[in-house]
C-alpha cells in the first residue's frame, strides 16, 4: 500500500498484528519500523528476516522517499534530513506511537540523523552495520585485508565518486563478494528489488552529503535505549564505525553486540544470532 505523507507516497509493507490474542485478553506488540539499505535500493532485501521478527513484533516496512514503490520526488529532497523528518511523518501517518527503529547500513545512517532529530519519538533504536561518518581509508584498509590491493584500488576509486558507471564492474566483481562471510546469490535479492542508481549518485557524488555526514558530535542527543550491531569483518561499514557509534552514544542507553565472523549483513552470516539479539533487545 502507498501512504501519503503530505504530498510524498511512500510504499509500506507490513508483516504480523499489532495486537494478538492472548487468552481473554488481547497483546499490544511493540512495532518494528525498518529502514532499508542503499541508497537507491528498497526495502524487499528485509524480507528475508522481517518474518521472524514478525514473531514479537509488528514489523513495518517502507521504501523511502526515491526508491522502490515509493514516489521519486526531487533530488534535492534525496537528504538525510528530509528521509529523517519521512520517518516521523510516516509514523504519524500511520498511527504509530514510540516506534522501534531499526536501520541498516545506509538506512541506518537515516535512522541516526531521525534519532537525533526527533529524540523523544522513538521507544528504542536499532543500528546494525552502519557507520557515523563516512571514512574513505578505513573502508579500503579493510577491503585490501580482505582482498588484496586489487579490491582496495576498486574500491577507493569507487567510493571517492559513484558517478562513473565504468567503476561498478570492477567493484562488483572483486568487492561484492567480500561483503558477507557466508556465501549468498547476490542476484536474488537483487532482482527482487527495485534500484534507483540515480539516488546513490546524487547522495555519494563527488563533495555530496554522503562524504560530509558525521553524527560523532550529535549522537549524545540520543533519548532511547540503543543496540549497536556490528560484524568484525564488514568491509564496507567496518567494525571501528560500530565502536565508533557506542563512543559516541549516552553511555548509559547503549547495547554493543560484534559478531565474529560476520560482514555486512549479520542478518545474512549469522541469522539466528541476528534475530536473538533483535528479541533481547526489544523484548527486555
Known amino acids: 500500500m502507498k501512504i501519503d505523507i503530505g504530498g510524498t507516497r511512500l510504499f509500506v509493507d507490513v508483516d504480523g498484528f499489532a495486537l494478538r490474542p492472548d487468552g481473554t485478553q488481547m497483546t499490544e506488540l511493540p512495532v518494528i519500523v525498518l529502514v532499508h539499505g ?18 514479537f513484533a509488528q514489523v513495518v516496512c517502507f521504501d523511502q522517499r526515491g526508491h522502490g514503490r515509493s514516489d521519486r520526488g526531487e533530488a534535492k529532497d534525496w537528504t538525510l534530513a528530509q528521509w529523517a523528518d519521512d520517518i516521523r511523518s510516516l509514523c504519524d501517518a500511520l498511527g ?75 567493484y562488483s566483481e572483486t568487492c561484492m563478494p567480500l561483503y558477507n562471510t ?21 547522495f555519494y557524488s563527488f563533495g555530496g552529503e554522503g562524504h560530509r555526514f558525521d553524527f560523532t558530535p550529535r549522537l549524545h542527543r540520543v533519548a532511547c535505549p540503543t543496540l549497536v550491531m556490528g560484524g568484525e569483518e564488514d568491509p564496507i561499514c ?33 541469522p539466528d544470532a541476528f534475530v536473538a539479539a533483535i528479541r533481547d533487545f526489544v523484548l527486555e
Open 96 to 170: 504509530i506511537d514510540r516506534p522501534i527503529v531499526m536501520g541498516s547500513s545506509f538506512g541506518g545512517i537515516v535512522a541516526q540523523e531521525y534519532a537525533v532529530r526527533h529524540a523523544d519519538h522513538p521507544a528504542k533504536l536499532i543500528l546494525h552495520c552502519t557507520t557515523p561518518k563516512f571514512a574513505l581509508d578505513r573502508i579500503v584498509a579493510k577491503f585490501t585485508e580482505l582482498g588484496g590491493a586489487r579490491a582496495g584500488e576498486a574500491a577507493r576509486a569507487l567510493w571517492r565518486d559513484p558517478g562513473d558507471p565504468a567503476l561498478l564492474g570492477p
Open 182 to 202: 557466508r556465501r549468498r546469490d547476490p542476484a536474488l535479492t537483487r532482482d527482487w528489488g527495485i534500484a534507483t542508481p540515480e539516488v546513490l549518485t546524487h
Open 238 to 270: 567496518p567494525i571501528a564505525d560500530s565502536e565508533d557509534i557506542v563512543a559516541a552514544l549516552p553511555s548509559a542507553l547503549v547495547h554493543f553486540r560484534r559478531f565474529a565472523r560476520c560482514g555486512h549483513g549479520i542478518s545474512w552470516d549469522d
Open 38 to 55: 542503499g541508497p537507491g535500493f528498497d526495502h524487499t532485501i528485509q524480507k528475508a528476516f522481517a518474518s521472524q521478527l514478525a514473531d
